[in-house]
């Protein structure tokens, strides 16, 4: 699936959540409405950094994650 303008330019947009949501099914539209509810809460995008968060991320994309560097 490939992402729509309005999920490339919102706030919360990251390529691993939104990775993540549309594995587990969710449509765009859901996927910006928790967005948006998130960032009207002050709420950043999920950025996946931990390695438990990157090894769950890789189990339910069904791809391997390699570890992000700051």
Not at 52 to 67: E, I, N
């Amino acid at each position: 699936m490939k992402p729509t303008r309005a999920i490339l330019t919102h706030s919360n947009y990251d390529a691993d959540d939104y990775a993540y949501l549309t594995a587990k099914g969710w449509s765009d539209d859901e996927i910006l409405a928790r967005w948006s509810e998130e960032a009207a809460h002050g709420n950043g995008p999920c950025h996946w950094e931990s390695a438990s968060a990157r090894a769950k991320l890789a189990v339910v994309t069904g791809r391997q994650q390699a570890m992000r560097e700051d």
